[in-house]
C-alpha cells in the first residue's frame, strides 16, 4: 500500500511518461524518502514479469553526489529488452550509457557470500542502457530516481559471452561519433555488486539478467546508428529511429 | 479435418517409420500416404516413435534441431526450424579426432557440420532467449550430424522429416570446449573437405543468425510440449553448410576456427 505522497508521485510519474513530458522532481517536497520511492518503483510493476534489474548510481562519487551509501536499482521487463531498431518517440528524455551485464545461471539468494554469487554468474554481455528520466534534465534526488525505475527505459543486449573476468573498455560510438567511453574495472567487484541487489531484492533468479550500471556519463540519444565495442573485439550495434 | 486428426494411427506410422529404419527400406512420404500433415500431428508421430524406441532401450541424450538455414527453409517453404531426438545408440566418440561411422545402419546418409551445446542448467522456455542459453551452457563443440531419411529419396516437406525425427541418423562431437563458448559464435567459419577435396564452407550465422537463438527457439518450442532442455543433454544446434551425400569409403575432414579438426570415415 503506497501513502498518499507515494501515490501522488506515482501518479506524477505515470502521467509524466503517458504524456511523454519531463517534470520538475518532487519528491523532497512530498517527503517520500528512498524506501517510500522503492515503494513506488514496486507500484509501478505490480503483475510484471521481472526479466531482471539494473543497476545505477554505480560510481562512489555519484553516490556521494546523491547523499547515497549504495547503489540504486531499477526493474527490467521483458519488454524492455530491444534488439535491432528502437524508435525514440516512445520515450521523455532518452540517453544512452555502454553497459555489460551477467544472466545468472543459478539463483542467488540474498545474504550470499561472493564466491557463491560469481559461480551463479552464467555469462556476461555487452549492453546498453537507454535511459528515460521523466525527470526535467536528469535533475532528481536519489527517490525522484529510484521511484522513476532508475531512469531505466529500454536495454539492448550482445550476443556473445565474454570472457570473464577482462579488462579493456567501453566505448559507445553513435554514428561513429564517441559518444561514451570507461574502463570495465569502474564495474567491478561484480560479484559484490550482485550480491547487493539480491539481498536487496529478495534473491535473484536463475536467469534474470542483471545490468551493471554504466562506467560513463549518459550521453543524449539521438537517430542514427549506435555501436558498442568492448572487450576482446566484442561488438554490439542497435539503430535508434526518430 | 477434425476426423482426420482423430483418426491418424501415430502408432502404425510410427512403427512403419521403425521398420523403415531397422530394414533400412524407406518408404514414400507420409504427406503423400496421408495427405496433407500439420507439423503438430508430425510431432506426435515422431514422439510416439521415440516412446517405442525408449521403450525398446534406446536412449535420448539431446536433441537436434533442422531447417536452420534460409535455403533450408526456402526449400520446404517454412518459416521455423523443426527438432528431433538424438539416439544414444547413433552417437559415435570420436577418438583422436577421428571417428568411423557403419553405413550399414543408414539408408541416404549426408553429413553436416554444426556447433554443439552441452547444457548445464535446465533451460525451460517460455521465453527463453539467446543469452539465457549461452549462461546456461557448459561447453560447445564442433559436431557433426549424419542426417538420413526413413522417406524414400529425400522427398520430404515438413511433416515428413518432422515425423522421421528431423532426418536424424547419427552423430558424433569433437571434444567440449568452454573457449569456444566464449567466441562470436556468429563468426566461426567451417570447412569441410570430401576425400581431400575442399566441399563445402560455412558460418555459425548461417543457423538462425547465432546458433544460440537456435537453441533458444527450441526451449521455447519444447516448452509447449511441457518439456525443458535439462542439464546433461547435447544440443545439435543446425547445419552451419550444405548437407554433402556420403558413400561407404568416403572420408570427410571437417574443421571449425581454432578446434582440432574431426575426420569422419563412412565405413
Redesign the interface.
Given at each position: 500500500m503506497l501513502s498518499e505522497p507515494e501515490k501522488k508521485l506515482f501518479e506524477a510519474i505515470v502521467s509524466a511518461r503517458r504524456e511523454r513530458r519531463p517534470r520538475a522532481p518532487l519528491a523532497q517536497s512530498l517527503g517520500v524518502d528512498l524506501a517510500g520511492a522503492y515503494r513506488v518503483q514496486a507500484a509501478a510493476f505490480a503483475g510484471h514479469?521481472l526479466?531482471g534489474y539494473k543497476l545505477g548510481l554505480v560510481s562512489a562519487a555519484k553516490q556521494r553526489q546523491m547523499g547515497l551509501d549504495s547503489p540504486i536499482y531499477g526493474r527490467v521487463t521483458?519488454a524492455m529488452?530491444r534488439e535491432g531498431t528502437v524508435s525514440l518517440a516512445e520515450f521523455v528524455q532518452p540517453r544512452v550509457e555502454p553497459e555489460l551485464a551477467v544472466?545468472?545461471?543459478?539463483a542467488v539468494p540474498p545474504g550470499a557470500p561472493p564466491g557463491a554469487v560469481s559461480l551463479a554468474i552464467?555469462?556476461v554481455?555487452l549492453g546498453i542502457d537507454l535511459l528515460d528520466s521523466v525527470w526535467e534534465g536528469y535533475r532528481f534526488s536519489a527517490p525522484d530516481v529510484v521511484a522513476d525505475n532508475a531512469s531505466g527505459g529500454a536495454f539492448f543486449?550482445g550476443?556473445?559471452?565474454?570472457?570473464?573476468p577482462v579488462d579493456g573498455e567501453l566505448a559507445l560510438y553513435l554514428d561513429s561519433e564517441l559518444v561514451a567511453a570507461g574502463p570495465v574495472a569502474a564495474l567491478e567487484p561484480v560479484a559484490a555488486r550482485v550480491a547487493w541487489l539480491a539481498s536487496a531484492v529478495g534473491g535473484l533468479c536463475?536467469?534474470q539478467?542483471v545490468f551493471l550500471g554504466s562506467p560513463a556519463a549518459a550521453a543524449p540519444a539521438r537517430p542514427g546508428l549506435l555501436e558498442l565495442r568492448g572487450p576482446g573485439?566484442?561488438?554490439l550495434l542497435a539503430r535508434l529511429e526518430a | 479435418m477434425a476426423d482426420h486428426v482423430v483418426t491418424l494411427d501415430v502408432d502404425s506410422l510410427a512403427k512403419q517409420l521403425e521398420a523403415a529404419l531397422v530394414t533400412r527400406q524407406p518408404i514414400p512420404p507420409l504427406t503423400e500416404t496421408l495427405g496433407p500433415l500439420t507439423p503438430e500431428q508430425a510431432y506426435a508421430i515422431q514422439t510416439r516413435w521415440t516412446e517405442l524406441r525408449v521403450a525398446a532401450g534406446e536412449r535420448i541424450v539431446g536433441r537436434k534441431i533442422g531447417l536452420t538455414s534460409r535455403a533450408m527453409q526456402e526449400q520446404l517453404g517454412v518459416r521455423e526450424p523443426d527438432y528431433g531426438s538424438l539416439w544414444g545408440s547413433r552417437y559415435f566418440p570420436a577418438s583422436g579426432h577421428r571417428v568411423e561411422i557403419p553405413s550399414d545402419l543408414l539408408i541416404q546418409p549426408r553429413l553436416e557440420g554444426e556447433i554443439a551445446f552441452l547444457i548445464?542448467?535446465?533451460l525451460q522456455g517460455p521465453?527463453?532467449?539467446?543469452?539465457?542459453v549461452?549462461?546456461?551452457t557448459e561447453a560447445v563443440a564442433l559436431s557433426v550430424e549424419v542426417v538420413d531419411s526413413r522417406i524414400e529419396a529425400w522427398r520430404i516437406k515438413l511433416a515428413d522429416t518432422i515425423a522421421d525425427d528431423a532426418s536424424f541418423g547419427a552423430f558424433t562431437v569433437g571434444p567440449w570446449s568452454r573457449t569456444l563458448?566464449?567466441?562470436?559464435?556468429?563468426t566461426l567459419g567451417m570447412i569441410i573437405q570430401k576425400n581431400g577435396v575442399p566441399a563445402t564452407e560455412g558460418i555459425g550465422a548461417a543457423a538462425l543468425g547465432?546458433p544460440?537463438r537456435c537453441v533458444a527457439w527450441l526451449a521455447n518450442k519444447l516448452a509447449e510440449f511441457g518439456v525443458a532442455l535439462e542439464p546433461g543433454d547435447i544440443v545439435l544446434s543446425g547445419s552451419l553448410a550444405r548437407a554433402l551425400p556420403a558413400e561407404p569409403g568416403d572420408t570427410f575432414v571437417v574443421e571449425l576456427h581454432s578446434q582440432p579438426p574431426l575426420t569422419v570415415r563412412f565405413v
Amino acid at each position: 500500500m503506497l501513502s498518499e505522497p507515494e501515490k501522488k508521485l506515482f501518479e506524477a510519474i505515470v502521467s509524466a511518461r503517458r504524456e511523454r513530458r519531463p517534470r520538475a522532481p518532487l519528491a523532497q517536497s512530498l517527503g517520500v524518502d528512498l524506501a517510500g520511492a522503492y515503494r513506488v518503483q514496486a507500484a509501478a510493476f505490480a503483475g510484471h514479469e521481472l526479466v531482471g534489474y539494473k543497476l545505477g548510481l554505480v560510481s562512489a562519487a555519484k553516490q556521494r553526489q546523491m547523499g547515497l551509501d549504495s547503489p540504486i536499482y531499477g526493474r527490467v521487463t521483458r519488454a524492455m529488452l530491444r534488439e535491432g531498431t528502437v524508435s525514440l518517440a516512445e520515450f521523455v528524455q532518452p540517453r544512452v550509457e555502454p553497459e555489460l551485464a551477467v544472466v545468472l545461471r543459478d539463483a542467488v539468494p540474498p545474504g550470499a557470500p561472493p564466491g557463491a554469487v560469481s559461480l551463479a554468474i552464467g555469462a556476461v554481455f555487452l549492453g546498453i542502457d537507454l535511459l528515460d528520466s521523466v525527470w526535467e534534465g536528469y535533475r532528481f534526488s536519489a527517490p525522484d530516481v529510484v521511484a522513476d525505475n532508475a531512469s531505466g527505459g529500454a536495454f539492448f543486449l550482445g550476443e556473445r559471452a565474454l570472457p570473464w573476468p577482462v579488462d579493456g573498455e567501453l566505448a559507445l560510438y553513435l554514428d561513429s561519433e564517441l559518444v561514451a567511453a570507461g574502463p570495465v574495472a569502474a564495474l567491478e567487484p561484480v560479484a559484490a555488486r550482485v550480491a547487493w541487489l539480491a539481498s536487496a531484492v529478495g534473491g535473484l533468479c536463475a536467469g534474470q539478467v542483471v545490468f551493471l550500471g554504466s562506467p560513463a556519463a549518459a550521453a543524449p540519444a539521438r537517430p542514427g546508428l549506435l555501436e558498442l565495442r568492448g572487450p576482446g573485439g566484442s561488438l554490439l550495434l542497435a539503430r535508434l529511429e526518430a | 479435418m477434425a476426423d482426420h486428426v482423430v483418426t491418424l494411427d501415430v502408432d502404425s506410422l510410427a512403427k512403419q517409420l521403425e521398420a523403415a529404419l531397422v530394414t533400412r527400406q524407406p518408404i514414400p512420404p507420409l504427406t503423400e500416404t496421408l495427405g496433407p500433415l500439420t507439423p503438430e500431428q508430425a510431432y506426435a508421430i515422431q514422439t510416439r516413435w521415440t516412446e517405442l524406441r525408449v521403450a525398446a532401450g534406446e536412449r535420448i541424450v539431446g536433441r537436434k534441431i533442422g531447417l536452420t538455414s534460409r535455403a533450408m527453409q526456402e526449400q520446404l517453404g517454412v518459416r521455423e526450424p523443426d527438432y528431433g531426438s538424438l539416439w544414444g545408440s547413433r552417437y559415435f566418440p570420436a577418438s583422436g579426432h577421428r571417428v568411423e561411422i557403419p553405413s550399414d545402419l543408414l539408408i541416404q546418409p549426408r553429413l553436416e557440420g554444426e556447433i554443439a551445446f552441452l547444457i548445464g542448467r535446465r533451460l525451460q522456455g517460455p521465453g527463453v532467449t539467446l543469452q539465457h542459453v549461452l549462461a546456461a551452457t557448459e561447453a560447445v563443440a564442433l559436431s557433426v550430424e549424419v542426417v538420413d531419411s526413413r522417406i524414400e529419396a529425400w522427398r520430404i516437406k515438413l511433416a515428413d522429416t518432422i515425423a522421421d525425427d528431423a532426418s536424424f541418423g547419427a552423430f558424433t562431437v569433437g571434444p567440449w570446449s568452454r573457449t569456444l563458448l566464449q567466441e562470436d559464435l556468429r563468426t566461426l567459419g567451417m570447412i569441410i573437405q570430401k576425400n581431400g577435396v575442399p566441399a563445402t564452407e560455412g558460418i555459425g550465422a548461417a543457423a538462425l543468425g547465432h546458433p544460440a537463438r537456435c537453441v533458444a527457439w527450441l526451449a521455447n518450442k519444447l516448452a509447449e510440449f511441457g518439456v525443458a532442455l535439462e542439464p546433461g543433454d547435447i544440443v545439435l544446434s543446425g547445419s552451419l553448410a550444405r548437407a554433402l551425400p556420403a558413400e561407404p569409403g568416403d572420408t570427410f575432414v571437417v574443421e571449425l576456427h581454432s578446434q582440432p579438426p574431426l575426420t569422419v570415415r563412412f565405413v
